[in-house]
C-alpha cells in the first residue's frame, strides 16, 4: 500500500498524457432550458499552466486564477495567472504576478471593494521554502498589497473561505521540522493581519483540503488524515467543538464539503480499495459530523475523483471531476446521479472551478494534462443548462 505522502501526491498527479484536443464550440440551444451560449477556451504552452478557481465580478465577468507554468516534479518556475473574460469567452485582459521564485493562485474571492482576495503560494517572498501567499488586487488586477504566512519549512494552500464578518479563513497544511504534515488554518482580517492560528502537531499526516461557515459562525474543516477523512469544527475563535474521523475500508476522504438542506454536510473526494482503482467518494453527514450514509462511483476505465463542489440554486449538487475528459456529475443529496457529461477530448482534465450562472449554464475552469505528464495547460469553459457543450 502506498505511504500517505504518495498518496497525496497522486492526488494531484494524474497518471495518464493523450493528445489533447482542443474544443472550440460556439452557440447553440438545447431543448426545455434557457438558451446560452457554450464555448471551450484551451490556452497553451509556458505562459499558461492551469487555472485554479474563478469569480464573478461585478460587471458580469468572470475573473480566473491559477499559474503560467504547473510542472508536477523541478525546476519549478512560474508567477500568478490572472485572466478576465466575458461571458462570451473573450479575453478582457491578463496580468501575471511574482517575484524570483515560484508562485501560484489556487483561490480568489471577491473583497467588497470592488478589488478580489488571491490565496495561493510563494517562494519568492515569505520566513522560507515556500509560504501561504493572500494578495488583494484591485477590480483591474493591480496589487494593492499581500501578505505572507508561514514558518521555515513548507506551507501548503488548499484553499480561502470569505466569512460573513469580512474575515478569511486560509488552510492547507505545514510542515513539521522533521517533515510531518500538519493541519493548518489561519483566520485573517480584511486587511490580512492574523486574527488566530490553527494547527494540530500530530505523527500522521493531516492536512486541511476544504471548509465552509455554518450559520451560527462556526468553521467546519474537510481534514484528510492519512488514508481517511475527517471532519472538525471549529468556534468562531478557532477552538475544536467537535471533530469525526471515518475509518472505513480502503482509502477515502473528502476534498470538498458543502451544506445539505437540513443543517448536516455533503462530502465528495477520494476513494479507493485494494484494486488501485481510484473513484469518487459521496458520504453525507449529520450537523455534528456523524457518518450518515457514503458510496462511490466512477468511470471503470479510468481514475476519477472529485476536484470541486457546489451547491445549486434547486439543492442539488454539481461535482467537478479530474479525470479522463473532464467530467461533471449532477447529483441530489443521496449521492443519486442526475446526470453526467464528459465535457471535453481524450486527455486528464482537472474541473477545478464551478459557477452556476443566473442565465443558464455553467462555468468550468481548470486544466489539461500535456503529453509527458509533467505540466498542464489552462483551460476555460461555458455549459448550457444540462451541462452540455455543444459545437
Known amino acids: 500500500m502506498k505511504s500517505g505522502l504518495n498518496r497525496v501526491a497522486f492526488l494531484f498527479k494524474p497518471r495518464y498524457a493523450h493528445l489533447i484536443l482542443l474544443v472550440l464550440v460556439i452557440a447553440c440551444t438545447s431543448v426545455g ?196 477523512g475527517k471532519l472538525v469544527e471549529l468556534d468562531a475563535d478557532g477552538n475544536v467543538q467537535w471533530e469525526q474521523r471515518y475509518e472505513l475500508d480502503g482509502w477515502q476522504f473528502a476534498s470538498q464539503i458543502a451544506r445539505t438542506e437540513d443543517g448536516g454536510f455533503l462530502l465528495v473526494g477520494f476513494w479507493m480499495d485494494s484494486s488501485q482503482q481510484a473513484d469518487t467518494w459521496f458520504a453525507r453527514c449529520a450537523s455534528t459530523g456523524e457518518l450518515e450514509s457514503e458510496t462511490s462511483f466512477g468511470n471503470p476505465s479510468f481514475d476519477d475523483y472529485a476536484f470541486s463542489l457546489i451547491r445549486l440554486n434547486d439543492g442539488t449538487y454539481l461535482v467537478g471531476i479530474l479525470e479522463n475528459g473532464m467530467a461533471l456529475k449532477r447529483t441530489d443529496e443521496d449521492g443519486n446521479i442526475l446526470w453526467e457529461r464528459s465535457l471535453v477530448g481524450q486527455s486528464v482534465y482537472g474541473a477545478a472551478a464551478l459557477i452556476e450562472l443566473e442565465s443558464g449554464g455553467f462555468l468550468v475552469a481548470g486544466f489539461v494534462e500535456i503529453i509527458g505528464g509533467r505540466s498542464y495547460d489552462a483551460i476555460i469553459l461555458r455549459t448550457d443548462a444540462e451541462g452540455r457543450v455543444r459545437e
Not at 106 to 122: H, K, L, Q
Not at 150 to 161: A, K, V
Open 33 to 228: 432550458c434557457t438558451p446560452s451560449t457554450t464555448w471551450t477556451k484551451v490556452f497553451e504552452g509556458p505562459d499558461y499552466g492551469a487555472f485554479f478557481d474563478m469569480a464573478l465580478t461585478q460587471d458580469g465577468n468572470v475573473l480566473a486564477v491559477g499559474a503560467t507554468n504547473h510542472l508536477h516534479m523541478p525546476p519549478y518556475s512560474g508567477d500568478v495567472l490572472f485572466m478576465e473574460f466575458n461571458l462570451d469567452g473573450d479575453v478582457l485582459w491578463e496580468l501575471t504576478w511574482g517575484g524570483g521564485g515560484y508562485e501560484q493562485a489556487f483561490s480568489v474571492t471577491p473583497a467588497g471593494d470592488g478589488g478580489y482576495y488571491v490565496f495561493g503560494e510563494t517562494d519568492s517572498y515569505g520566513a522560507g521554502d515556500r509560504d501561504l501567499l493572500l494578495l488583494k488586487i484591485t477590480a483591474d488586477g493591480t496589487e494593492d498589497w499581500f501578505q505572507t504566512y508561514g514558518g521555515e519549512n513548507r506551507e501548503w494552500p488548499y484553499g480561502m473561505l470569505r466569512l460573513s464578518n469580512g474575515d478569511l479563513l486560509l488552510y492547507g497544511f505545514t510542515e513539521a521540522p522533521a517533515g510531518e504534515r500538519d493541519q493548518y488554518a489561519l483566520r485573517v482580517d480584511s486587511g490580512g493581519d492574523t486574527i488566530w492560528e490553527y494547527t494540530v502537531e500530530s505523527s500522521q499526516e493531516e492536512l486541511v483540503a476544504d471548509a465552509l461557515e455554518t450559520e451560527e459562525g462556526n468553521l467546519v474543516l474537510a481534514v484528510i488524515i492519512e488514508e481517511d
